[in-house]
């Protein structure tokens, strides 16, 4: 009995890491076309993850947390590599999309549901299994401790603070460009607004999503996250304190909220249809090591058992490039795109 409840505990965690699939909560995608967000409500989106912004001493009205020059580029270059295993724009879409399908919050889930299941003596004996493995005996015991306290919400917010915080980093390392880093940003502000109560509620979910990430990195600067996080609630000068909790993060109200003119077609010209316009999620599966790139930058690598995503910012002129994997002899592709119904014009 010990070793099977082990073993669920095992390949709990190993299915949170090897799924693809998505995973609430689902982030709604903003209409289209584009408006910059107000000042206002980039300040309250960047607060989103100002415990890191803090502990890492960066300043919480800056994207990224520091200014975009060229000794910030190399440093979060560097920063993106050592602790995301992310060297280009491909490998930041990759992270972003593995936070979107799962992140941390799926073997938190598991493992609490696994918890909720089992008997007083079958949660004694788990204890017991893992105990010569610190790591995954920390994971046992906080979920224990909070899986009650964050109930349904999971640790959002642990994970979609770094999303934001990556987009921002991202930005800084130039592998997003600025509207498209608040593309995805300002989705996950409404969606963290609309789960939480206060950014009480926010922080003390980061905190514990924290402690389950890692015992190791708890011991060495857990403290100093608490810290910061007490600090966000009563230090006048913190974002926590100066913003409002129930700020409007609507899209501004803006001319370009219009539909956009109906195009005519050109002589020489043949209209597919629609226009694309700002956000969607482009889908592609075909062979192995096929790669796309948007204007010459890559967004996706292709496998062929399950079909990619990769949410784009996309323009019109923008030029969708395909490198195909040296099977010649048989190569296929396939590639299509979701966008919300406002987003194409008519096709008359």
């Known amino acids: 009995m010990r070793s099977c409840i082990l073993m669920a505990v095992l390949v709990a965690t190993a299915a949170g890491a090897q799924t693809n699939q998505p995973y609430p909560p689902l982030l709604p995608m903003d209409e289209l076309p584009y408006v910059p ?28 947390g520091s200014e975009h020059n060229a000794r910030n580029k190399a440093a979060q270059e560097t920063l993106l590599a050592e602790w995301w295993g992310v060297q280009n724009r491909l490998g930041l879409y990759e992270t972003l999309e593995w936070i979107e399908t799962g992140g941390h919050r799926r073997g938190f889930d598991e493992l609490a549901q696994l918890l909720a299941k089992a008997s007083p003596v079958q949660v004694a004996m788990l204890r017991i299994s893992v ?10 015991e906080v979920v224990r401790t909070y899986k009650d306290v964050v109930g349904r919400k999971s640790i959002i917010a642990w994970d979609f603070d770094r999303y934001v915080a990556l987009c921002g980093w991202g930005y800084l390392a130039e592998y997003l460009t600025e509207e498209e880093a608040w593309r995805r940003i300002m989705p996950v502000a409404r969606m963290l607004q ?43 000068s913190s974002p926590w304190v100066k913003l409002k909790w129930d700020l409007d993060l609507s899209p501004p109200k803006s001319s370009a909220n219009k539909a956009p003119p109906k195009l005519t077609d050109a002589p020489g010209e043949v209209r597919l249809g629609g226009r694309p316009a700002g956000n969607m999620d482009l889908f592609a599966s075909g062979n192995n090591g096929c790669i796309i790139y948007i204007n010459g930058e890559p967004v996706m690598t292709v496998r062929r058992e399950r079909a990619g995503k990769a949410r784009l910012g996309l323009r019109e002129g923008d030029l969708i490039t395909v490198r195909l994997s040296d099977r010649f002899d048989i190569n296929s592709f396939w590639m299509d795109y979701v966008v919300t119904k406002n987003d194409l014009t008519p096709k008359k």
């Open 37 to 64: 967000p107000t000042s206002e409500q980039k300040r309250w989106a960047l607060a989103t993850c100002a415990i890191l912004t803090e502990s890492n001493q960066g300043r919480h009205d800056l994207l990224g």
């Open 131 to 140: 105990a010569g493995d610190s790591e995954r005996s920390n994971s046992v």
């Open 194 to 236: 609309k789960t939480f109560s206060s950014w009480e509620d926010l922080g003390q979910n980061h905190v514990a999503g924290r402690e389950f990430w890692s015992l190791r990195q708890t011991q060495r600067r857990g403290e100093l996250t608490r810290q910061c996080y007490k600090k966000l609630l009563t230090d006048p």
